[in-house]
Structure formats: structure tokens, C-alpha cells
């Protein structure tokens, strides 16, 4: 036997060389590195959304109710339950002209009744008519709704100044034989309205009895606010010069179907952007 395999097991190479080294090495970083944690990717920069608000006012309003109201006009509750405490609430709401439309109920006063021509056309053109103005000013879509014109002029036909307003695009003017309730709240929520405000004549009968009049559309939940100084009612004649009737309208309007606005309110305001 020779010298040199002297000690060497049989198959065996002697000690590993530098190659197997090497890579035995390799193998261990990389069994390392699996355990390592890995690195996050990098996050897409996030961009800030600016949402435009749309300009908006606060104003004062009123309410009665036989049960007792919180500041923010919902029933206080006592055990869980509504109690007692009626009385005229004073409270205030926010409105945003664009979501909010004016409604002018049957602006007449070219109708049979001289009295009433007398009576609206005086309303109209002292309190309907500035509040319409001070709506557009305030960027209010403004709807007017009456009766389509006949050949015959049976029908009454709107306000003048209100017609000039409809003829510039100012306002439009909507007939009462296009539209139920439905069709109605169809266009306004169409149109991203949520609250109405209603103004014109008579406020005992069509303000409120119209398909398109308040009592149906509060069903179709919209908030609601009525002006008593920009409507009348059809008076009896026992109510003398009191105006009873549209007194005690109100009066029932503002229990359970609309926040009452006062026409000075109304006229003093002034948009927020904030």
C-alpha cells in the first residue's frame, strides 16, 4: 500500500475542497435570509379628497307642539317616553339654497273674486315677490306651480312680475296637470332637492292640498318650511280683517307639518361658505 492513501477511508476524497466550502456557506446565508422580514412595498402616495361644500345659512324657525322639544326640535323623553309641554319652540335650522326649493303655490290675481285679487295681489307684491328675489339672490331654485294657461282664459294666470321672471329664466313655472305627488318627488329628488319651502295661496286649501302641496310631500319625507307672511287664506266673512282663517292654517301647519320661517328672517340673510 502506498504511503499516500495511508489513513484514507475507502470512497473517501480526503478533506472537502475549496468549492464545497463555498457553497455550503451559500446555502446557510440563504436559510438566513428566508427568515429575515421582508421589506413592505411601497405605499401609493394618498391624495387628500377636497370636497366643495356647498354654501349654506343658518335662520330661525319655529314650531309648536303639545309635547315637550328638545333645542334641536326632536320630543324630549321622560322614562322613555314623550310628556306634556306645548307651546310655540324656537329653534334654528340650517339650509342650503341648492338642495332647497322655494315653492309659490298658485300666484293669482286675476281670479273671479275681486276681493282676493285685491288681497293676494297686495301679499304678492309686498311680501311674495321680495322673498322670490331674496331666493334667487340666495341661489334657491325657485318653482312656481299653477294651472295651465286655457285658450279660453278660464284660468287664472300667474303674478306679472313673477311671468317676467319665468320669461328671463330666473324661475320656472310648472302646471299642476304634469305632475301627482309622485311625478313631483321624482323632479325634485331628481334635482338633489331635500327641503321645500312654501309660499303662496290659498295656504288653507291648494298650499296644502295639492297633489303637489305640502301635505303629500312631507309623506314623501322631505323637510319642510311654510312663510305665513308671503301666503293667505281663503277668508270667510265672518273673520273681518283678522285673517283667522290663515291663523289658525298656520297654526296647524306648524304642529306636524312644517317649521315656520318669518318673512323678516328670511329677507336678512346672508350665505356662509364656511
Known sequence: MNESHAGKEP????????????????????????????????????????????PSYAIPSQRRSYFKLESNGSLELRDGLPFRGEGLYDLERTIVPRRTAVIVMDP??????????????????????????QALSLEHPVLVLTNRPSPDKSHPSVHPGLAELAEEGALRILYHEDFDDDAFAVLLRGERIDTLIYTGFASNMCVIGRRTGMIPMIHHGFRMFFVPEASAAIEWEESGDDNATHVATTRIISQWIAEIVRFDDFMMVRLSDE
Not at 468549492?19 to 391624495?47: H, I, M, Y
Open 108 to 133: 293669482w290675481v286675476d281670479t273671479p273674486s275681486g276681493q282676493l285679487n285685491a288681497e293676494h295681489g297686495r301679499i304678492a307684491d309686498h311680501r311674495l315677490l321680495p322673498l322670490v328675489r
Open 11 to 54: 470512497g473517501g476524497g480526503g478533506r472537502p475542497g475549496k468549492a464545497w466550502l463555498v457553497v455550503g456557506a451559500a446555502l446557510l446565508l440563504l436559510s438566513a435570509l428566508a427568515f429575515l422580514p421582508r421589506e413592505k412595498k411601497a405605499e401609493k402616495t394618498k391624495r387628500s379628497v377636497v370636497v366643495e361644500k356647498d
